[in-house]
């Protein structure tokens, strides 16, 4: 079945420095989703890419998805305290008959120091 | 907008016992809705497809004797986790779907359901 992978597991920062996560899909994905959960919480959805090479911007985040639409890469940039969490990537399968359903990457836990 | 309510929060219970978890789509109508379950640290790892008037779908090792699901309207959405033990305590977590729940569409998530028995 689809696997959907996430690097690094662990990502801890000093506030001010950059912070990326990456994540590959074993196959070729329809779109990918980034989703936010803070520490007790529940996941917040970022934003979806759909198409090919496609780059996306939400203030200091920055968001890729690749040409072959089986990879994907998160990027934040002068992390703030405030930036703490597990960021999860998510795809749906291209040519999936399950509506909706998302295969979930095993996320990054990012830690940022003061 | 998008809101999902889930409920209760957190439920402690005897082994042996069921219980009902509930999720709602407040201000939408949800098609479709999904049920994950949450070790600590851990991924979301989906428990089943949730659709309004049929059966649900399971996914592969995830008993459906095990955990009822019911999705009896375009808001509402249940889990019963039946005969709960240890090995079943864990967060479980739904989200949902706009209309239609087609492809592309962002899910929206409950708050959660941290679950123990003991």
């Known amino acids: 079945g689809q696997q959907v992978m996430q690097i690094p597991q662990y990502q801890h920062v000093q506030e001010g420095e950059d912070f990326t996560t990456y994540c590959n899909s074993s196959t070729t994905l329809s779109n990918i989703q980034w989703y936010k959960q803070r520490p007790g919480g529940h996941p917040v959805f970022l934003i979806q890419?759909?198409?090919?090479?496609e780059v996306k911007k939400q203030k200091r985040l920055t968001f890729q998805f690749g040409e072959a639409k089986k990879n994907s890469s998160l990027h934040i940039t002068a992390t703030q305290t405030t930036d703490v969490g597990t960021y999860f990537c998510?795809?749906?399968?291209?040519?999936?008959?399950?509506?909706?359903?998302?295969?979930f990457g095993q996320g990054t836990i990012l830690t940022v120091h003061p | 907008g998008a809101v999902v309510s889930q409920h209760p929060s957190w439920v402690i219970c005897k082994s042996g016992t069921s219980v009902k978890i509930e999720c709602r789509s407040l201000?939408?109508?949800?098609?479709?809705m999904f049920w994950y379950r949450q070790f600590p640290k851990q991924s979301l790892m989906l428990m089943a497809t949730?659709?309004?008037?049929?059966?649900?779908?399971?996914e592969q090792g995830v008993e459906k004797d095990k955990f009822l699901i019911n999705h009896a309207s375009l808001t509402l959405s249940t889990l019963t986790v039946t005969s709960a033990h240890p090995e079943d305590s864990s967060f479980y977590i739904c989200?949902?779907?706009?209309?239609?729940?087609?492809?592309?569409?962002?899910?929206?998530f409950g708050d959660g359901t941290r679950l123990s028995i003991l």
């Open positions: 949730s659709n309004e008037g049929s059966k649900a779908t399971y």
């Open positions: 201000d939408f109508q949800a098609t479709t």
């Open positions: 890419l759909v198409k090919s090479g």
């Open positions: 989200s949902a779907s706009g209309v239609g729940g087609r492809l592309n569409q962002p899910q929206h």
């Open positions: 998510a795809g749906t399968n291209a040519g999936g008959t399950s509506y909706g359903k998302l295969t």
